[in-house]
């Protein structure tokens, strides 16, 4: 399972960037695909996924409203927009996919536990 994140960078306080990851067509058709961001001396914190079917989505709280998980089917990549972006936003952000088969198709995985194949990560720095 390859996952190939793009699209971070350095940005100004309510900026935005758009994140891309792009997989496989079997790794986007049969695995929920979400985000999941580090920042430095913490632990990986969920942001936003995409159930395996991908009628589903959610988002962590403190992104509600700013970020906005899409998928193009044809090219088999999922996005991150990311709006009004704030520092406490700086991370590493992961593209991730959770293999396990043994999750409804409507499950949203929510921790980064939960994902069992990580892509390389891509750096958000926003400064104030």
């Known amino acids: 399972v390859q996952l190939q994140a793009f699209g971070g960078g350095l940005v100004r306080a309510g900026d935005s960037l758009r994140l891309s990851c792009t997989t496989s067509?079997?790794?986007?058709?049969?695995?929920?695909l979400g985000w999941i961001r580090q920042a430095p001396g913490k632990e990986r914190e969920f942001v936003a996924a995409f159930s395996r079917s991908g009628r589903s989505a959610d988002y962590a709280a403190n992104v509600k409203g700013r970020f906005t998980i899409s998928r193009d089917n044809a090219a088999t990549t999922i996005y991150l927009q990311m709006n009004d972006l704030k520092p406490e936003d700086t991370a590493v952000y992961f593209c991730?996919?959770?293999?396990?088969?043994?999750?409804?198709?409507?499950?949203?995985?929510?921790?980064?536990?939960?994902?069992?194949?990580w892509g390389q990560g891509t750096q958000v720095t926003v400064s104030s």
């Open positions: 991730a996919a959770d293999g396990r088969g043994y999750t409804s198709n409507f499950y949203i995985p929510r921790r980064a536990n939960e994902y069992t194949h």
């Open positions: 067509e079997r790794t986007f058709n049969n695995y929920a």
